[in-house]
């Protein structure tokens, strides 16, 4: 099996330790909140390792605010991969974890575990995430019996968008928190090192966390977590579609965007773009020489014929 060597940037951050798996597992102990975003290019991935988050998540809703597709089901493993690779080669000491997309774990647990291993082995990943709980037992057993560190994924799971009727909230009943907090467990068992939580009551979600040992990382689901996630384009402003009402917008980059590219159209129209400073210079004397050149050419050729 041929195997693609990822070079790391190691331009920046040089005193920051790499983050592991066992990082997440020491900062619950010490109730040290821990900091997770999406990436999926190498300029964001360098730009945020830089600003010291714990782990990068390559998720699949690459599909929805990169791609443009509705939902997260048409995105496959090697566009997945060729994300994964340029995150990798923009970030030194995240934890980076690789979104196993829809399709490349449900057929079997052999499929599971070979795409597993791409991730790591093609993709430059140190770990990879798959939604589902029970259902899913199994498959986690399997990865993370090849060496494979697994983060779960409960609640609002994306992938099962039509099974669950849209993007929804989950857990919200007794009946259907039980159901969570057992998958919880039953994910912890089989070997996950984390798992995220995603649009559940906030009450829900710190009560799992208090009943697991390894740490909850929540996305709409409270600061009862141990950590926080989110995807990277709703906390920029950069995806105008939707926004989920859990997500704080620390910028409005669609705005930002749309002005520099309105600014830019303008410019050229008017001839303000571009300017002295961005025009390359050539000296008098070089000037002159070209200009005797190139009129001596014609009559150089004309003597030729
Ligand atoms: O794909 C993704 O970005 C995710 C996060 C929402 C956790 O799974």
């Known amino acids: 099996m041929s195997t693609t060597t990822i070079s790391t940037s190691t331009s920046q951050n040089a005193s920051r330790k790499k983050v592991t798996t066992l990082t997440f597992r020491q900062k619950k102990e010490r109730g040290e909140a821990i900091t ?20 990068i998540l390559v998720g699949d809703s690459l599909a929805m605010v990169v791609l443009g597709y509705e939902n997260t089901l048409p995105v496959t493993m090697d566009e997945m991969l060729h994300h994964a690779r340029a995150v990798a080669r923009g970030a030194k000491s995240a934890l980076l974890v690789g979104d196993m997309p829809f399709m490349s774990y449900q057929v079997s647990v052999e499929d599971a575990v070979r795409n597993a291993g791409r991730f790591l082995q093609n993709g430059g ?4 995430k798959l939604e589902g709980g029970r259902e899913r037992a199994d498959a986690v057993r399997a990865i993370v019996g090849a060496g494979i560190p697994v983060m779960g994924h409960l609640g609002l799971t994306p992938q099962s ?15 259907a928190a039980k159901i969570l907090l057992e998958d919880a467990k039953i994910l ?62 620390y910028a409005k980059l669609h705005e930002d965007l749309n002005k520099a590219f309105t600014d830019y159209i303008d410019d050229v ?35 030729k014929r």
């Open 125 to 128: 990943m140190d770990a990879v």
């Open 161 to 175: 968008v039509h099974q669950l009727g849209g993007f929804r909230a989950q857990g919200k009943t007794a009946s």
């Open 36 to 55: 997770m975003l999406t990436a999926y290019d190498y300029p964001t991935a360098m730009a945020m390792d830089k600003a010291g988050v714990d782990s």
């Open 269 to 303: 129209k008017n001839k303000r773009f571009p300017a002295v400073e961005h025009t390359v210079e050539m000296t008098d004397e070089e000037w002159e020489e070209f200009e005797r050149l190139s009129v001596l050419r014609p009559n150089s050729l004309e003597k």
């Open 188 to 249: 912890e068992e089989a070997g996950a090192f984390s798992l995220v939580l995603e649009s559940v009551p906030a009450r829900l979600a710190e009560y799992i966390s208090k009943q697991i040992s390894i740490p909850t990382i929540g996305i709409g689901a409270g600061a009862g977590c141990d950590g926080q996630v989110l995807v990277t384009h709703d906390l920029l402003g950069l995806f105008e579609r939707f926004t989920p009402k859990f997500v704080k917008q």
